[in-house]
């Protein structure tokens, strides 16, 4: 049973959805079946759920047949697909006064359906969200509308020209929205997508400025600033837009604009814009004060080392320490403590408390991939720093055999970490007395697309020719 469906979905539930999924399961009109009324009952009594188990729970008085019980799950595993739906509907009035337009007019019942119409398009009214979502329950309206009033043959009603606009706002959004998420995917994955009649959508956008939504708008921006990376008025204008207009997107819509917007500036900071530094952490404070990072009480471990690591690179040091302690109890357990202790150990780095931070990094341990390499990385700034080179010198090597042969790591990591470590193996044993050799590797240095450290290694050779 450990890999069956319904085990699956049913490990998902809280306490209180399995409560109430009981009485639905209990219930005559969804279910006459005792034994799927034992087969629930042994699956919230139980930690064990082996199928043997199972089976002898559900019928007591037969000899096992494995089939038996199998049916059981799947017709169980059917009712809870029903509640799961039932419990969409009841927690949202706008799809459950859609799906009930649909039933008045199908059973045309014209003063039901009227008032029905009314009723969503007052919560539609209603509703403080005006972004992709909130257009295509309303080009829903429209068209439930449109088929009410054709299917009464009334022709002079039907609302085309509503229909026609609810659904262009919705699909230029949703165009770029996706657009926007296949550019990403190129980026990562290093595939290539077909973004058909892109260039028709944005001229038609621009020419009856359909700007004016900010729902078209944040994803114009967003795609002409990832489609032109010297653009940076575009990426001006996204903040800019989807910061006044915060409280017409949901927070998962609102997050994905954050990371897009944050994606934008590292690709200038990697490439040593350092400019960008102070933009990154504006959105990363202003992200904690609308609460976009923090879903169902947690923050994700990554976000909380992008956090940290941008916060100490803009220097507002005091502002890190308080971030980390206030912080730290929204990590999962699993992960609370490791990246606590390495954002503490970062914060002593930059501090200069060399000795610290070190103990802090090599007690972290390998169990967590990002964390490993993260420190490996600042454990080669600190013996840099201290001169100690033959510590350098092996944990360069140590470093260069883990990133080859670590599979979980990506072809852009691994290129970016190989990267360093062949810059501070020139840096190290470089002549700096020879000011042509010593211009020409700043010069490489300052060229490479996929270099980690940039900044700091251009201020290493700095300090020395100073």
């Known amino acids: 049973m ?20 009981k009485k639905f399961v209990h219930s005559p009109y969804h279910n006459t079946h005792t034994e799927v009324h034992r087969l629930l009952d042994y699956l919230m009594t139980n930690k064990s759920h082996r199928i043997k188990n199972a089976f002898e729970h559900v019928f007591p008085k037969m000899l096992y047949r494995p089939q038996k019980i199998r049916n059981t799950m799947s017709y169980l595993q059917k009712l809870i697909d029903k509640f799961l739906v039932y419990e969409a509907l009841e927690a949202e009035d706008a799809l459950r006064n859609r799906a009930l337009l649909s039933v008045y007019r199908t059973k045309k019942l014209e003063k039901c359906f009227k008032s029905s119409l009314k009723y969503g398009e007052s919560l539609l009214n209603k509703s403080q969200y005006k972004d992709t979502e909130y257009y295509y329950l309303d080009y829903e309206l429209q068209q439930e ?42 980026n990562i994955f290093r595939t290539t997508y077909e973004l058909r009649i892109v260039d028709a959508i944005l001229a038609q956008i621009e020419k009856e400025n ?43 819509e609102l997050k994905d604009l954050y990371i897009i917007a944050i994606s934008f500036c590292i690709k200038h900071l990697n490439l040593g814009r350092e400019e960008f530094t102070v933009e990154i952490f504006d959105l990363y404070k202003l992200g904690l004060i609308n609460g976009v990072f923090v879903e169902d009480g947690e923050l994700s471990r990554f976000t909380y080392k992008n956090i940290v690591t941008i916060g100490l690179k803009y220097g507002d040091f005091d502002w890190v320490r308080e971030f980390i302690n ?30 610290k931070s070190m103990k802090m990094f090599l007690s972290l341990g390998n169990t967590d991939r990002e964390l490993v390499m993260g420190a490996k990385v600042s454990l080669l700034k600190i013996y840099y720093e201290l001169g100690e080179y033959d510590a350098l010198e092996s944990l360069l090597d140590s470093f260069r055999a883990y990133v080859k042969r670590n599979k979980e790591v990506s072809d852009y990591q691994k290129q970016s970490y190989l990267n360093l470590i062949r810059y501070l193996q020139k840096v190290q044993n470089h002549n700096f007395y020879d000011k042509k050799i010593q211009q020409k590797l700043l010069e490489e240095i300052k060229a490479e697309p996929q270099l980690p450290e940039r900044q700091w290694i251009i201020s290493q050779i700095e300090q020395v020719n100073n």
């Open 145 to 186: 509308q449109f088929l009410f009033a054709q299917e009464k043959k009334r022709l002079e009603a039907k609302n085309v020209q509503e229909v026609l606009d609810s659904f262009d706002i919705y699909y230029m959004a949703n165009k770029l929205k996706y657009c926007v998420t296949a550019l990403t995917h190129q």
């Open 210 to 252: 359909w700007l004016e939504f900010p729902s078209i708008a944040v994803y114009y921006y967003s795609y002409k600033a990832m489609t032109d990376f010297d653009d940076t008025a575009a990426f001006f204008q996204l903040k800019a837009t989807f910061l006044k207009h915060s409280h017409l997107f949901r927070t998962d």
């Open 2 to 21: 450990y890999k069956s469906k319904l085990l699956e979905i049913f490990s998902a539930l809280s306490k209180s959805e399995q409560n109430r999924l």
């Open 326 to 355: 206030d912080y730290a109890p929204y990590l999962s357990k699993t992960h609370r403590e490791s990246y606590t202790n390495y954002s503490l150990a970062k914060l002593y780095y930059m501090t200069r408390d060399y000795n």
